[in-house]
């Protein structure tokens, strides 16, 4: 599969799924702007390890948040 290359003024889309963890979707609903939110975060990604392909290291990395239903409370 060819990669695709982004460039300055292309759109990117971001899609939710509606079985996604919860704490995403909370934390998705308080972006008033969810574009420069992703940006900020892309930026801090950058300024602490600079430019990667993530996608060949969070699958091993990322730390899971439990489902609501696995949180005794």
Do not use: C, F
């Amino acid at each position: 599969m060819k990669k695709s290359k982004y460039l300055a003024g292309d759109t990117l889309v971001v899609r939710l799924r509606k079985d996604e963890d919860p704490e995403i979707l909370k934390w998705a609903e308080k972006q008033n702007e969810i574009g420069d939110a992703i940006r900020y975060l892309i930026e801090e990604e950058i300024r602490k390890n600079g430019i990667k392909d993530l996608s060949q290291h969070i699958p091993a990395k990322r730390l899971k948040l439990p489902k609501s239903q696995n949180i005794n409370m």
